[in-house]
């Protein structure tokens, strides 16, 4: 019985020490700044931010000189409220947090070391508010020209068993930025803005949830202002060389949700009748 216990004990320590670990590989990573009851700010270490944001996005300068543009930026971008109404859209950011993100970045400004910062902010299921939420989360990197806006989560809905606190709603795990390939954002400024594209790639990756804010380089020609519908999307066939490439390029397009599985079908019979 006693042999038992110490085994136990012992158990238990090893997942303390792996816990404890764990949590001060994610603190050093990222660093809470600043929060409210809804809304919280941290620092993003560099060795974290390069590695999981687009190719030519880690490469910038950052410079905290444009991060008091950021509220007026956020103000433009729309979410897309319905699964299925295409214009159905509304603010992401609410306007009851923009003075506290509008504060945040005035005293960034003065900071003499620059950062990138990550911005997690929840609203409250109307029916559940207690165990419910929205959450969005999203990255800021401000250079000497504009800024870059990496959305993380936009509205994930959010379940708790109890009624959650703020350590619950504030958890992050940090996962590469990848396209998205829906029409989830909506860019009303149609001067300075633009969804990000790589243009090194292979073929078009365009990033539905990465926002560039007056930095011509990254800028799209022409601007982006929301992902394409399906029928404004040109396939460039000109462009491919064989059927396969075809065909490959067409099950691209149905997993990412471009075309339906019929039109997919249609397509491919299409395309195995040129062999």
């Known amino acids: 019985?006693?042999?038992?216990?110490?085994?136990?004990?012992?158990?238990?320590?090893?997942?303390?020490?792996?816990?404890?670990?764990?949590?001060?590989?994610?603190?050093?990573?990222?660093?809470?700044?600043d929060s409210s009851a809804s809304l919280a700010f941290f620092e993003v270490e560099e060795e974290e931010w390069k590695t999981i944001f687009p190719r030519e996005i880690s490469k910038l300068t950052?410079?905290?000189?444009?991060?008091?543009?950021?509220?007026?930026?956020?103000?433009?971008?729309?979410y897309k409220r319905g699964v299925l109404a295409y214009e159905d859209w509304e603010v992401l950011v609410p306007d009851a947090y923009l003075s506290e993100i509008q504060k945040f970045s005035e005293k960034i400004i003065t900071n003499q070391e620059p950062k990138v910062y990550l911005c997690i902010f929840k609203v409250d299921d109307i029916l559940s508010p207690n165990v419910k939420i929205l959450k969005t989360s999203f990255y800021i990197l401000s250079t000497d020209e504009g800024l870059v806006i990496l959305f993380h989560e936009m509205n994930t809905n959010i379940s708790f068993q109890t009624q959650y606190s703020f350590e619950d709603w504030v958890i992050f795990h940090p996962s590469e930025i990848r396209p998205i390939y829906r029409p989830e954002l909506w860019l009303r400024d149609k001067q300075n803005t633009s969804m990000y594209k790589d243009k090194a790639a292979v073929k078009n990756a365009i990033y539905g949830n990465v926002v560039v804010f007056n930095i011509p380089e990254l800028l799209s020609n022409p601007p982006l202002f929301r992902y394409p519908k399906e029928d404004e999307i040109v396939v460039p066939t000109e462009q491919w060389k064989s059927v396969p490439e075809k065909l490959k390029a067409l099950e691209e397009m149905r997993k990412n949700k471009l075309i339906t599985d019929e039109e997919y079908n249609l397509k491919k019979k299409e395309l195995l009748k040129e062999f």
């Open 1 to 33: 019985m006693n042999s038992l216990t110490a085994s136990s004990k012992i158990f238990f320590v090893l997942i303390l020490v792996f816990f404890t670990s764990a949590c001060s590989s994610l603190t050093r990573k990222i660093k809470l700044v």
């Open 62 to 78: 950052i410079n905290n000189k444009n991060f008091v543009q950021l509220t007026n930026v956020l103000k433009t971008i729309q």
